[in-house]
């Protein structure tokens, strides 16, 4: 059974101070792995797809990283509109499972400015 | 529409009735999901339509549970007898040929007094 775990599970930054975001995993053939933000009251909104170790995507503040067993989300100098919850998911590849994707719980984050 | 659209956006309901949940993907995808989120808990797979190929289903938590995607577009999921621990945000997400990059509606929030 595939399983993402996200750690921590709520993270309070100063404006302007960097962090990361961890996300672990376990899965029958990694077709790839996303990350995702959702504001309150919205649904998810996509940020990245990496499919492979070793891989970086990049996007304003954001960089996420992925090894073997995780992925990390890097923020660096954040602001308060970077607050929300942020999800990683995990897509099994074909023949090992549906093109379902697993999420985790999400990581909630507060900037304070 | 530009995005995915749900409605209704809230619906509150009896135990014991049946309620009706509607998802107009964007248009030209081909893969429709369904999930769950309750309050605390990360999102969980209902079911999800690819084309004309058959449902998966593995994520339906119980018979009470249904859902049906008419001519490749509109998809409904139905909940009969509602019990309280139905309670929470369905959300709907599309995406082109099932590539992971989902598109997420804003969800319909139900409540079963």
């Known amino acids: 059974e595939d399983q993402v775990t996200q750690s921590p599970e709520a993270l309070r930054l100063q404006e302007g101070e960097s962090s990361s975001l961890n996300c672990s995993y376990t899965?029958?053939?990694?077709?790839?792995l996303f990350w995702y933000r959702q504001d309150p009251g919205k649904g998810p909104e996509f940020l990245f797809t990496?499919?492979?170790a070793g891989e970086e995507k990049e996007k304003e503040r954001l960089k996420a990283t992925l090894t073997k067993k995780e992925s990390f989300l890097h923020i660096t100098a954040p602001k308060p509109e970077d607050s929300a919850t942020y999800l990683c998911?995990?897509?099994?590849?074909?023949?090992?499972?549906?093109?379902?994707?697993?999420f985790g719980k999400g990581t909630k984050l507060s900037v304070i400015p | 529409g530009a995005g995915v659209s749900q409605s209704p956006s809230n619906k509150v309901t009896e135990k014991g009735k049946d309620v009706e949940l509607r998802c107009d993907p964007i248009?030209?995808?081909?893969?429709l999901y369904w999930y769950r989120q309750s309050l605390g808990q990360g999102l969980e797979f209902l079911i999800y339509?690819?084309?004309?190929?058959?449902?998966?289903k593995s994520g339906l938590p119980s018979d009470r549970f249904s859902a049906e995607r008419t001519g490749g577009s509109v998809s409904t999921l139905t909940i009969q007898r509602t019990q309280q621990e139905d309670s929470a945000v369905y959300l709907c997400?599309?995406?082109?040929?099932?590539?992971?990059?989902?598109?997420f509606g804003e969800g319909s929030r139900l409540t079963v007094l």
């Open positions: 998911a995990v897509q099994a590849s074909p023949g090992a499972g549906s093109y379902q994707l697993t």
């Open positions: 248009s030209g995808h081909t893969a």
């Open positions: 339509f690819q084309g004309n190929s058959a449902p998966d």
């Open positions: 997400a599309s995406s082109l040929h099932s590539t992971g990059e989902l598109f």
């Open positions: 990496l499919y492979s």
């Open positions: 899965v029958s053939g990694l077709r790839g």
